[in-house]
C-alpha cells in the first residue's frame, strides 16, 4: 500500500442512474466525463495533497502513471462503457520535497575554537594539536504535514548526496557508521491517509460540475 495507491471516482452509481434515462446521449455524456477524469483528476488529486502536506507539485506529478481504462467498466443505456483509474507509485520522499531548511550544511562555525589532535588537519604541518572552529550546530527541518515545520531529529545532518544536492541523514547505530538517508511518506501514502477525504471530495465536486455541463449539451 506504501508504494502504490489507485484512484477512482466515488460517485459514479449516481451519475450512471441519471445517464440511464438519456440512452444514447447517456452513453455520450458518461464517456466525455470519464474523460474529463482520466485528464483533469491527476490536478484535483494533487490540490487535495497539498491541502494536508507540505510537498511540493513536482513530486505528486512523478508519482502519476498514465490513467488507465478498461480497469473499471460503467454499464449505461445496456452498454458497456470503459472507466479511468489514476495510478500513483513511489517510494518514501526524502525532506527536500516538503520545504526542508537548511537546504544545505551552514557555514557558520564556532567562534570558539577547540583541540584536535593535528594529524586530522591537513594544514597542521606535523602539529601534535591543531586548533580549529568547528562548525555550529544546527536543526534540519521539514514541513511534512502543511503548517507544521518539525525538526528531524537532533543527529539529523546534512551531506552531499547522488547528484549534488544536500541530503538529510542520521546514524542508525552507536558509532559513526552506519548512516541512512531520512525518508518520509510517500504520495501514495499521503493518498491513503490525510487527504483521502479532501480528495475524494475535490473529485466529486469538480466531476458533478463537468457531468451537468455534458447532460446539458447531451440533451439539446
Known sequence: MGNRMSVSYKGMPDIVKRLNKLEAGGEKAIKSTVSEFASRGAG???QGIRQHYGVDTAAIRAAAKKPRRGHTTI???????????????????????????????????????????GQAIATAQGSPVAMVRPPKKYDVKATIILGKASNLGT???LAQGNGGKSLPYQKTGEGRM???????????????GRARDTIEETINTNLEGR??????????
Open 178 to 192: 552506519p548512516i541512512e538517508a531520512i525518508h518520509t511518506l510517500s504520495v501514495p501514502q499521503m493518498i491513503d
Open 211 to 220: 457531468f451537468k455541463h455534458h447532460i446539458e449539451r447531451a440533451t439539446k
Open 44 to 46: 484535483w488529486v494533487s
Open 155 to 157: 543527529g539529523a545532518f
Open 75 to 117: 454499464k449505461v443505456a445496456g452498454k458497456t462503457v470503459d472507466g479511468a483509474t489514476l495510478v500513483y507509485e513511489g517510494r518514501p520522499l526524502t525532506p527536500l520535497h516538503f520545504k526542508m531548511t537548511p537546504k544545505a550544511q551552514p557555514k557558520t562555525r564556532l567562534k570558539k575554537p577547540i583541540r584536535i589532535p
